[in-house]
């Protein structure tokens, strides 16, 4: 310091420049700091502060004549040299967007070996790290010192260019996301910050004709020049790409900018993901180039310079639908410069319209399909109960099964055909039971042997014996199987060549019984499984699925503790495999019921309510049968009647009558509390939650149309005798 107050001083060339490198520097320090609000300012100012300073004390060490005073302005350089490249990274970091990298921890390492650096500079009297050796450049008063540089000096060397490189890097890939405005301000920054740098590696490398001068601190002076360009000129710090990064790049809708060429001038990311744009680079390609995977936007608004529609995209990820909006762009004298497009994704809105329609149309048909399960009930149980009768006529003879045989198994398969009727029409309480998965699967297939022939599809049927039963709703089993079926029968109708279907069971660990479904078809693109289960996605033409099926099977199975998992198996097809537990608590399969009643109840008085007539002569056909002496009532009102004029021992009644239901012909009982006890329910339909919860009340039994004749004896002579 003694040095520095008693120096005299010498007027250099070297020492002006270094003081206007300086003065330019801290001028535009201070412009810049006043932009403190934009990412990037501050670090930018603290930057050019440390860089004027660097070049203030550089001009004195130059200036002073005392070699003392030379060393002493040239520690006190220090203070900016080392705090250049840190301040450069971190500027680099916070104007590209970066600043999170820069946590409290990873900054306080970013300063530690500048600040050792400067220490040892302070110092180097003691050890020589940064210094061995200092001498006048010759022996003439105030002539340049030369410095040799020791270990302390190179590592930070090192260090500083490895943080210029880390900065560089990240300014290149900013320039190279940049539009053309914000590509101008990134390339000021570059030049203006790398000439000093290239200045410094030229005094490192001791490029002849320097003298010993360090021309870094002057490389300054251009730097402020380059700088108060971009402030002034290009809004350096006004507009900088960070807000385009916010406003543009991480926008949902999707940005696309035409100029009057129709070449593409800006594309954000979700117009590149909408649109499937893979043309790379894309700017400054024309947008027939560009949108080549989009042909239909540009046959629609190719040369509509305003206006607004909706788009429909086919893309990987399945189906989109765009609101497309396109504004002019003008400059200030009303001429047409290009063309704005803004795209917003409208599927979910459209996936709602349709969920609402799906949902109309589903309740309409629920009605539809509820009335028409209780007018084919009816009809059924007529056909399933004469023909068992008549089998039971013919067992005697020994002649070959006769006919009648075929017709209970046709009648049966007629009833699940409207129990899963019933079930879309959400018409049907869930019945769960210990269950047969393999008879489930089987009877899918035949139910869809049709289809299978009509298709050319060979199916490979490969169930695992001895399967434990599984506690689940054997209807709802069953229509996840027939969707599954539908499904593959309706992807191998694409498949070339031999078409194979293979339906196998199994059971696995962890107490798991588990069926597959797999197909050779044409296969399902493994971008598309996560969406496959949810509602209304469907990879269908327009018009061929309403995109429900697979979420109600996922619904179904998850009901049941299960999983389904679809995968694309090596051979190629698709491949659905669904799982279901067997819980420690199941019941186990009910026995079958005897194939006859034995011991009936007989000589009885049994008055039997229905309002199809062919159910009422079946059931007067079984009762007589037992010696019961049968009457019948059409509606619930001559029901009443009858049972004023006459006591029965049993009433056999349909739940839905007209003039007088179930219900309230069961509260009309009052006076009767022995009948109440005697009451047989039979209905078409299955019971909804109201009547369901009066039949767990009253304890009542119920027979589901179309029923076996032997059930129905039973029922009866079960409730006779209590």
Same mark, same amino acid.
């Given at each position: ?29 201070? %412009? #810049? =700091?006043? &932009?403190?609000?934009?990412?990037? !300012?501050? /670090?930018? @100012?603290? *930057?050019?502060?440390?860089? +004027? ?75 020589? %790290? #940064? =210094?061995? &050796?200092?001498?006048?450049?010759? !022996?003439? /008063?105030? @002539?340049? *010192?030369?410095?040799?540089? +020791? ?572």
């Amino acid at each position: 310091m003694h040095a520095i107050l008693a120096t005299t001083w010498q007027a250099v060339p070297a020492s002006a420049l270094l003081v206007l490198s300086a003065a330019a520097a801290l001028v535009v320090a201070v %412009l #810049v =700091w006043r &932009r403190g609000a934009a990412p990037g !300012a501050r /670090p930018c @100012a603290l *930057l050019l502060v440390a860089a +004027g300073t660097w070049a203030a004390m550089a001009a004195l060490e130059h200036a002073a004549v005392d070699p003392a005073a030379k060393l002493a302005f040239a520690r006190l350089e220090y203070a900016g040299i080392v705090s250049v490249a840190p301040l450069w990274l971190t500027f680099a970091l916070t104007y590209t967007g970066r600043a999170g990298w820069l946590t409290p921890a990873r900054a306080a390492a970013l300063w530690a070996i500048p600040a050792l650096t400067l220490l040892l500079a302070w110092t180097n009297a003691w050890h020589g %790290l #940064v =210094w061995p &050796r200092v001498t006048p450049q010759s !022996a003439a /008063p105030g @002539a340049p *010192l030369v410095y040799s540089h +020791g270990i302390a000096f190179w590592i930070a060397a090192t260090y500083n260019y490895v943080l210029i490189a880390a900065g560089v890097v990240a300014l290149v890939a900013a320039i190279a996301r940049r539009r053309a405005r914000y590509r101008r301000q990134a390339i000021a920054l570059g030049v203006g910050l790398a000439v000093p740098w290239l200045g410094n590696a030229a005094y490192l490398l001791r490029v002849h004709g320097l003298g010993g001068i360090d021309p870094t601190p002057i490389a300054f002076t251009i730097t402020g020049v380059v700088f108060a360009f971009g402030l002034f000129r290009l809004g350096l710090f006004d507009l900088v790409p960070v807000a385009r990064d916010v406003l543009i790049e991480s926008m949902a809708d999707g940005v696309l900018v035409l100029d009057r060429a129709d070449h593409v001038i800006d594309l954000n990311p979700s117009a590149r993901e909408m649109l499937g744009v893979t043309q790379w680079p894309a700017i400054g390609a024309t947008a027939a180039r560009v949108l080549a995977g989009c042909p239909e936007l540009m046959a629609r608004y190719g040369t509509m310079a305003a206006g607004a529609g909706e788009l429909r995209v086919d893309g990987a990820e399945g189906t989109r639908h765009l609101d497309v909006r396109i504004s002019p762009l003008r400059d200030a004298g009303g001429r047409l410069e290009g063309r704005l497009v803004v795209l917003s994704d409208v599927t979910a809105r459209k996936r709602t319209e349709s969920a609402l329609r799906e949902n109309e149309r589903l309740a309409s048909l629920g009605q539809l399909l509820a009335g028409v399960a209780h007018e084919l009930n009816n009809p059924l149980a007529v056909i399933v109960g004469h023909a068992t009768l008549l089998q039971r006529r013919a067992a005697p003879d020994p002649a070959p099964a006769p006919p009648v045989d075929n017709i209970p198994p046709a009648a049966q398969r007629c009833r699940r055909i409207v129990e899963n009727f019933l079930l879309i029409a959400r018409h049907r309480v869930p019945a769960r039971a210990a269950i047969e998965l393999n008879p489930i699967l089987r009877s899918a297939v035949d139910d869809l042997a049709a289809q299978i022939d009509g298709d050319g599809v060979t199916v490979t049927v490969d169930l695992a014996a001895d399967l434990p039963p599984v506690w689940a709703d054997a209807t709802q089993i069953y229509q996840v199987v027939v969707n599954l079926l539908t499904n593959a029968l309706y992807a191998l109708r694409e498949a070339p060549g031999r078409r194979r279907l293979t339906l196998a069971s199994a059971y696995g660990p962890e107490r798991r019984v588990s069926f597959r479904v797999a197909d050779t078809g044409p296969g399902i693109p493994a971008a598309q499984h996560k969406h496959l289960f949810e509602p209304f996605f469907t990879t269908k033409p327009v018009g061929a699925g309403s995109g429900l099926g697979l979420s109600v099977c996922r619904g179904i199975i998850q009901a049941h503790g299960g999983t389904i998992e679809v995968t694309t198996p090596d051979g190629g097809g698709t491949e659905f495999v669904v799982s279901l537990p067997i819980p420690e608590e199941a019941a186990a399969p009910s026995a079958p019921e005897p194939a006859a009643v034995t011991s009936p109840v007989r000589g009885t008085r049994v008055l039997v309510v229905d309002e199809d007539p062919g159910v009422r002569d079946l059931l007067v056909e079984i009762l007589s049968a037992d010696g019961h002496q049968v009457e019948v009532a059409a509606d619930g009102r001559t029901a009443m009647d009858k049972i004023q004029g006459l006591a029965f021992d049993v009433v056999v009644t349909d739940v839905g009558m007209p003039l007088l239901d179930a219900h309230d012909l069961y509260r009309s009982f009052r006076d009767h509390p022995d009948l109440r006890r005697r009451i047989v329910f039979i209905t078409s339909t299955p019971l909804g939650d109201e009547a369901r919860e009066f039949v767990d009340a009253t304890g009542v039994p119920v027979l589901a149309k179309p029923f076996d004749p032997d059930r129905v004896r039973r029922v009866v002579r079960d409730t006779l005798r209590g």
